[in-house]
């Protein structure tokens, strides 16, 4: 700010004096018109950051505002990492005073918040048939002690995705299998002999989406993480390291996650990625280098086994302690809506958390890999719907990711993690 004009001289000019007189005047008069309308009340909805052009959501947000006159609402953004937003709510939602009223909750994270008293009930006036509409997987994760506690947002299932030119040029189908997967690589890379393409990208760093993808193998090898021993998921497990010991897939991988796999085979550098549906979009958007060369298939099983995606996603919660309830229920109905996820769906690339937008005419015209890959994506499997899922992950994470680097054997690994699991449920 400058500071007294050098200029200024005294006694003022009568023009000043004129208007310091007016100004006083005015402070006596009635109050304008404006001044008399409350405040407006301040929704603040706290959400990871979306892929994509912010300014879709923003304008949803807008015209929820028109439509309630009297309410803003504030976008609060957190880094996209689900660990990481975790650990935020973990500690703010615990507080005596919520800053947030609405919030984007993991799938995954639904039974401990509301088993934690976290969040409240959103299930008041949904009628049954609504609450029929939306993906089975998800509303299981959101249904807690016959309640329901979020309402899914858009959903996250896992999907292989190719290089359609590579695969054509040598005469290739999608694979359908771990090992007709790994033959196509190997023969492509051969064949290509470009240092710098690389064969099957996955997200394998120490983190949730490490667990995300070994289910997707162990489950498509017919085992689990959880439970009795089973030869079949160790088998499952070997196989993401062999991948990685015969170099299918780069030793990068054992420390990636689902954007830096995205931006390796975004720039044309590698011939399979697994990832979620959000890519499609970006990788598929103007300027992108692999643009019109790419495809999406089921994520691949082995030898006699069905494809097994996990079910990821993202939910609409109301903090217990929200400061506006009300208007948050409100936001979230909106924000949940079928209107509003086919937007998502058309303009940013999400999957809708509402089966009946899978029928869509419209959607399924303007994204016809969603007709495609429904059947796949609608029985996507949800991780364990336990309130203790993050303890279970977080004793998953490293030994799987021991696994991956060469550090462990499968077997190691999980008689380990089953040894933890079973001492934090209170297993006898
Ligand atoms: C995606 C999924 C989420 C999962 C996360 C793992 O955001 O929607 O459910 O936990 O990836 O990285």
Redesign the pocket.
């Known amino acids: 700010m400058s500071a007294v004009p050098l200029t200024r001289r005294w006694p003022p000019p009568i023009c000043s004096a004129l208007t310091c007189a007016c100004m006083l005047l005015a402070s006596c008069l009635p109050a304008a018109d404006h001044s008399s309308s409350p405040p407006p009340t301040v929704v603040v909805f706290k959400h990871?950051k979306l892929s994509g052009d912010p300014q879709v959501l923003s304008g949803l947000l807008r015209e929820f505002e028109q439509a309630h006159p009297g309410v803003t609402v504030r976008e609060e953004i957190l880094p996209?990492?689900?660990d990481q937003q975790h650990q935020f709510y973990a500690i703010n939602l615990e507080g005596k005073s919520v800053p947030f009223d609405l919030l984007a909750v993991?799938?995954?994270w639904v039974q401990e918040f509301a088993r934690a008293g976290w969040i409240q009930p959103v299930d008041q006036g949904l009628p049954d048939p609504e609450r029929k509409t939306f993906v089975a997987g998800a509303l299981e994760s959101a249904t807690y002690e016959a309640r329901l506690y979020a309402l899914p947002w858009y959903?996250?299932a896992g999907v292989l995705y190719y290089r359609r030119d590579l695969l054509e040029r040598y005469g290739f189908a999608p694979p359908k299998t771990w090992p007709e997967l790994a033959r196509i690589t190997r023969a492509i890379l051969d064949r290509e002999q470009d240092p710098d393409l690389r064969g099957f990208l996955w997200?394998g760093k120490q983190?949730?989406?490490l667990v995300?993808v070994a289910l997707e193998f162990v489950r498509g090898h017919g085992g689990g993480l959880l439970g009795d021993r089973n030869p079949e998921g160790e088998a499952a497990l070997g196989y993401m390291r062999t991948l990685v010991e015969e170099r299918l897939s780069p030793s990068f991988v054992t420390t990636a996650?689902?954007e830096a796999t995205r931006h390796l085979f975004g720039a044309g550098r590698a011939v399979f990625m697994r990832n979620?549906p959000y890519a499609w979009s970006l990788l598929q958007a103007e300027g992108s280098p692999v643009r019109g060369k790419i495809g999406l298939a089921p994520v691949p099983s082995f030898p006699g086994h069905e494809s097994v995606p996990t079910?990821?996603?993202?939910m609409l919660a109301v903090p217990e302690r929200a400061p506006h309830p009300l208007e948050a229920k409100d936001l979230l109905r909106y924000l949940a809506s079928s209107a509003i996820q086919k937007r998502l769906a058309l303009e940013l690339g999400y999957l809708p958390g509402r089966s009946d937008l899978y029928q869509d005419s419209s959607l399924l015209e303007a994204k016809p890999w969603l007709a495609a890959l429904s059947p796949v994506i609608l029985r996507a499997k949800p991780r364990p719907v336990t309130p203790y899922y993050l303890m279970i992950s977080q004793v998953l994470q490293p030994e799987l990711s021991a696994v991956v680097v060469g550090l462990k054997t499968p077997e190691a690994a999980l008689v380990s993690a089953r040894r933890q699991i079973d001492r934090i449920l209170g297993a006898p």
């Open positions: 990871g996209s990492s689900t993991d799938v995954i959903v996250d997200q983190y949730e989406g995300c996650d689902e979620w079910l990821g996603g993202w």
